[in-house]
């Protein structure tokens, strides 16, 4: 069949190469399972459908995973073991057993990415902080405080450029429009929590009102951060803009457009996931 040994090698290392594409087209690197509710906020509900759309996209472009749940009995270890990431796209879990099969999926290694609203806890109100685990220890934020408002751009630093999910990044980038939140605790003070971007002074004031308390004009805001005992990343993004005051509720902003804003997701789960581009 081959004239030589040469031309045999070739073929053969040729075939190896073919064949070792074909199985990482086939095998996913990692898995990811994302979890939300989607019933309140029609910004919420807005990032969720976004998300749908758009994660799928990158996890083909980089060799992932990606399975989408909202049926939140699913966070149980049996179906949690076949996943290496988990992403809240927009709450939390509830009952105590999903709160457990969570907290020992992060503590036997596993990755997670939430988003916005799954970091929101406010005593008395629907999402009570409840669980000092997650919002005390895990997030380290304690509850909500507060927001701007409108949802507006703001100008990020990033803080931690070597982090993996940061690597990517400007020194400062526009964000897309967002509720920023404000939390009860400093992140800041706490050992265990590494910043990764925060508000940069150059965006105020940020919100445009028309409540005087919905527009910040200084003070220190992380939007971006990780806990240093976990392999995982918060960002405070995920609220799209919605035309609430004219009442038509169409979609003014969508957080997924931003493509620098976006290497901190991809670049995030890739860490997470044990995976290198």
Do not use: C
Request: no cysteine.
């Amino acid at each position: 069949m081959f004239q030589n040994s040469k031309t045999a090698l070739v073929f053969l290392t040729l075939l190896v190469v073919t064949t070792n594409i074909l199985a990482q087209k086939t095998s996913p690197k990692f898995k990811v399972i994302a979890f939300f509710t989607g019933k309140s906020d029609r910004a919420h509900i807005s990032f969720v459908g976004e998300a749908g759309k758009w994660f799928p996209k990158i996890a083909k472009e980089n060799n992932f995973q990606f399975d989408t749940t909202s049926n939140w009995s699913n966070m149980n270890p049996a179906f949690l073991s076949s996943y290496q990431v988990i992403v809240f796209l927009d709450t939390r879990p509830e009952k105590p057993s999903q709160r457990e099969a969570f907290e020992k999926f992060m503590e036997n290694g596993g990755g997670w990415m939430g988003f916005h609203f799954s970091a929101f806890a406010l005593t008395p109100s629907m999402y009570a902080q409840d669980w000092d685990w997650y919002h005390e220890s895990f997030l380290g934020s304690g509850q909500y405080k507060s927001n701007t408002w409108r949802p507006t751009t703001a100008i990020l630093k990033v803080e931690k450029a070597r982090h993996p999910a940061m690597r990517h990044l400007p020194s400062t980038f526009t964000s897309a429009p967002n509720e920023w939140y404000r939390w009860e605790k400093d992140l800041k003070a706490n050992p265990d929590i590494e910043v990764l971007a925060s508000i940069d002074s150059s965006s105020f004031p940020l919100g445009t009102g028309p409540k005087p308390h919905e527009i910040w004009h200084s003070g220190y805001y992380p939007v971006v951060w990780t806990n240093k005992k976990y392999k995982m990343i918060y960002l405070n993004m995920g609220h799209n803009d919605i035309d609430y005051e004219n009442k038509t509720n169409k979609e003014l902003s969508f957080t997924l457009e931003n493509e620098i804003q976006n290497k901190i997701i991809v670049d995030g789960l890739l860490w997470m996931g044990g995976a290198k581009k």
